[in-house]
């Protein structure tokens, strides 16, 4: 696990050049970062605590160089192959747990590469398609807490979904 220890300790770094790439004076915008980490650095026995580390890593790291920044784990993507995601969103203050079953508000995606050379980059072309995965997780997921896990390594057993309920008073 030597490259998972390499991994983690270079994610303060990129994030600091990252976050250095905003103004100071002004508050970093909604952004929503996909975190594609690879599995061999992974306990896929384990996953979500396996990944938590991670994810508590590039937390860590906002809270140290933008302290305002208010930070959510909000998902992870569990799958075969070699890399599984998760899902971290700075600054989104609009998102609401009762109703982001019904949210397709486009986020701005940067992905964040956790290769032995990680970095960060801008990925418009997921923006809307990770609103709507993050839409159908939470209709899916009925009420389950944060983070949410996809995972694609099973066959899909779906939860009954969030019904909304018309107001009769």
């Not at 991994?7 to 975190?35: C, E, H, K, N």
């Not at 896929?44 to 784990?73: G, H, K, L």
């Not at 072309?125 to 995965?133: G, S």
Request: hydrophobic content about 40%.
């Amino acid at each position: 696990m030597e490259d998972r220890a390499s991994i983690i300790w270079q994610i303060r770094g990129v994030m600091r050049d990252f976050l250095d790439s905003y103004p100071s004076s002004t508050p970093i915008p909604p952004i929503r970062i996909a975190g594609d980490t690879p599995n061999s650095i992974l306990d896929q026995s384990e996953f979500m605590a396996s990944i938590e580390p991670i994810v508590a890593e590039v937390r860590s790291a906002v809270a140290t160089w933008r302290p305002d920044t208010v930070t959510r784990w909000v998902a992870a993507s569990k799958y075969e192959g070699r890399t599984s995601f998760f899902f971290l969103d700075l600054n989104n203050v609009d998102y609401d747990y009762d109703t982001a079953h019904k949210c397709l508000t486009k986020v701005p995606v940067y992905i964040l590469s956790l290769s032995k050379a990680p970095r960060i980059f801008r990925f418009c072309l997921e923006d809307q398609a990770v609103a709507e995965w993050l839409a159908k997780m939470h209709d899916l997921h009925a009420g389950k807490p944060l983070p949410l896990l996809d995972d694609r390594t099973k066959p899909r057993v779906l939860t009954l979904p969030v019904i909304d309920t018309p107001d009769i008073s």
